[in-house]
């Protein structure tokens, strides 16, 4: 087993970084509960996965269960992170697989995984619960959130509601008061829409013309439809976000139940069950939400008895990652909750909203081992090659001795491909979560070019017909193929996945065609471990006996010099994408990204990346260390006043960065 630490610099959306290309996604096609997300090559498309690196402090992964409703209707439960439970009400609209990579979503996911097993589901008729249903109702919704906890065995456990999901919190708080012990509710409303007394008849006429624009518009590939949504609900947001958002939408529901939602949202009325809510409340609502007005919070608060009322500053319905209320949104919620007091590191006052969280939420500046080769890297450096790190396309390693093992890794398969050979050219790969092992194969099948075609299939979110389906479409290819088998250890409950996968891994091609199969997981501490599980199962130690050891490589995740040459690709990237010349950068700024713990990976470099280039000066070709942060971030002066004794020397320095 070669133990090799890679990652590289996402240009294209994979499930451990990259750009936010909605766009490229691939066709999603529903059947009842399931997605088949089989995919040809494409290298500008999200690609998410159910067990991303959401607190990598821990290692958290999510794990997709599906339970049935009174009616029948199967629900999809996403639940991570560990502790007392929360459980978040479905609201429009949801996808528990991609919400986890989502710009809008994912920062919700990992703050409320730090303490807490979160618990998230897809309402009926979205995501990857049923579509097909013939219940709709307020009644039906309350039915499901029942069901969920009810599979999952939760006796009692933090509700949180958010827009719909208020009151589907407060009809179930009622029914349940013994269950819920705390009830946090978010840009919610206890009248719908349609109601005469909250919506003067301009309003209604408004959204009924925004429904019948729902029914002929939602599934086309036009996001136009859907940006009328997206600007209400994220007027503040980036582009990147918009662009997901719209795409979440569109993947997340059919246009006749996109219809429905709105439908029967604008018929809820749960005014008179507020006065008998009688467990602890918090009411949080943005001033200047333009979905459900300021007004409609105010008075959730003011007739649900004891409730706490906190106005947040801002006009997202959704609250973003960069913005202010965000802070105080989790501040607030983690205090009402009882998260401990040592735990709230940095307490913001209304005027002045800091970063909050666990102790790992902002970068320290200590002169610790990695403050201290964070500084030693950057302080004599005044030109960066990026070739010089490039390990295969846009996938750069900073380490030489890991480059040249993964470089010898990408010229094997590449070579499979050029030099006829009746050898088995199975790879196995095992990388810690967020470590980039998916984009590193990605890469390799970009550099083959017009050599090879690139199927990816990603286990975990493959039924048992979807994966058969898949697995035949590589069969009637005539072309030579590279193909990633993603989560090669999920499924574990099931036989099927390596019975199927065996006679591939007995051939070497088909048609004459050549084919190279690449595992790749996550589970374990290790290579070892994952390979003891696959081992444990049906035809998995028979696949294992087809890998040969020379073909198997451990990933770790990032180390500080990791951190450095990829964000500096993705500066680069991202200048490229936007438009931008970027030819240097802030050595300061540098340094703050070698030292926060919440980038340990290119996904989140790449966001940061993407930002910071949109926040640059007209004309400028620099990107500045007050760039990274959104205007009047706490943490930008916080950072800037610690770093200046350990660190003052990379203020005002820049790295020059070439190609």
Not at 273 to 295: C, N, W, Y
Not at 393 to 401: I, L, V
Not at 450 to 466: D, I
Not at 471 to 479: A, N, P, S, V
Request: glycine content about 8%; charged content about 25%; some cysteine.
């Amino acid at each position: 087993m070669r133990r090799v630490a890679a990652m590289g610099s996402r240009h294209h959306r994979g499930n451990r970084g990259g750009s936010f290309r909605p766009e490229a996604w691939p066709k999603v096609v529903h059947e009842p509960a399931l997605v088949s997300l089989m995919r040809p090559v494409s290298f500008w498309r999200p690609n998410p996965c159910p067990s991303s690196p959401l607190d990598r402090r821990r290692g958290l992964e999510q794990q997709i269960t599906f339970c049935s409703s009174e009616d029948g209707v199967r629900i999809a439960c996403g639940t991570t992170g560990e502790g007392p439970p929360i459980v978040k009400a479905a609201n429009w609209l949801s996808h528990v697989q991609f919400d986890l990579d989502s710009p809008v979503w994912r920062h919700w996911i990992e703050e409320f995984s730090k303490f807490h097993r979160y618990v998230r589901y897809d309402e009926r008729g979205c995501g990857l619960s049923d579509w097909k249903v013939a219940d709709f109702s307020f009644d039906a919704w309350v039915r499901d959130l029942e069901a969920v906890v009810d599979s999952l065995g939760l006796e009692r456990f933090v509700l949180l509601g958010l827009s719909q999901g208020g009151p589907v919190g407060i009809a179930y708080a009622v029914r349940h008061p013994e269950r819920v012990s705390h009830l946090v509710l978010y840009g919610t409303y206890s009248l719908g829409w349609a109601a005469a007394e909250r919506s003067p008849p301009v309003q209604i006429e408004e959204r009924e013309a925004q429904i019948k624009l729902t029914g002929i518009g939602w599934g086309r590939d036009n996001p136009a439809y859907r940006q009328i949504f997206t600007s209400e609900f994220i007027p503040e947001a980036t582009p990147e976000q918009m662009r997901w958002f719209n795409e979440l939408q569109r993947i997340s529901t059919s246009p006749d139940n996109a219809v429905r939602f709105q439908v029967e949202f604008g018929r809820i009325d749960v005014r008179d069950m507020l006065s008998r809510v009688k467990v602890p409340t918090i009411v949080l609502h943005a001033q200047g939400d333009q979905v459900v007005p300021f007004e409609e919070g105010r008075r959730v608060a003011s007739k649900i008895p004891g409730a706490r009322f906190v106005a947040l500053e801002g006009k997202n319905h959704i609250l973003l990652q960069d913005e202010p209320a965000w802070s105080r949104f989790l501040y607030e919620v983690r205090k009402f909750i009882g998260v401990k007091d040592e735990l709230l590191t940095e307490r913001p006052s209304h005027d002045s909203l800091g970063a909050i969280g666990g102790p790992a939420t902002a970068p320290a500046v200590t002169q610790g081992k990695e403050a201290r080769e964070a500084h030693s890297l950057l302080v004599g450096v005044a030109v960066a090659s990026l070739s010089l790190y490039r390990v295969v396309g846009n996938y750069m390693r900073y380490d030489q001795a890991a480059r040249n093992i993964l470089k010898d890794a990408r010229q094997k398969m590449v070579a499979a491909f050029l030099s006829p050979s009746t050898k088995r050219e199975n790879y196995l790969l095992w990388a810690a979560p967020g470590s980039g092992k998916t984009y590193f194969v990605e890469e390799v099948a970009a550099s083959l070019d017009r050599v090879a075609q690139y199927r990816e299939l990603n286990l975990a979110k493959l039924t048992e017909p979807a994966f058969r389906s898949a697995l035949g479409e590589i069969t009637d290819l005539e072309q030579p193929c590279l193909c990633l088998i993603d989560e090669v250890d999920a499924k574990s409950e099931e036989r099927w996945p390596y019975e199927l996968l065996l006679p591939f891994f007995d051939s070497t091609s088909v048609h004459g065609a050549r084919r190279v199969f690449v595992v790749a997981g996550s589970s374990g501490s290790g290579p070892n471990g994952m390979k003891e599980r696959i081992a444990s199962r049906p035809k998995g130690a028979d696949m294992l006996s087809r890998i040969p050891v020379d073909n198997e490589y451990s990933v770790p995740g990032m180390s500080v010099g990791d951190r450095i040459v990829v964000a500096l690709s993705q500066f680069r990237l991202a200048g490229k994408r936007l438009g931008r010349d970027v030819h240097e950068v802030e050595k300061l700024g540098l340094y703050y990204v070698a030292l926060d713990r919440r980038l340990t990976n290119a996904r989140h470099l790449h966001e940061l990346a993407v930002r910071a280039v949109e926040r640059m000066s007209p004309g400028d070709d620099r990107v500045k260390y007050d760039n990274l942060f959104h205007p009047g971030d706490p943490e930008n002066k916080a950072f800037w006043g610690e770093s200046l004794a350990v660190a003052g020397d990379l203020a005002g320095a820049y790295l020059l960065v070439q190609d």
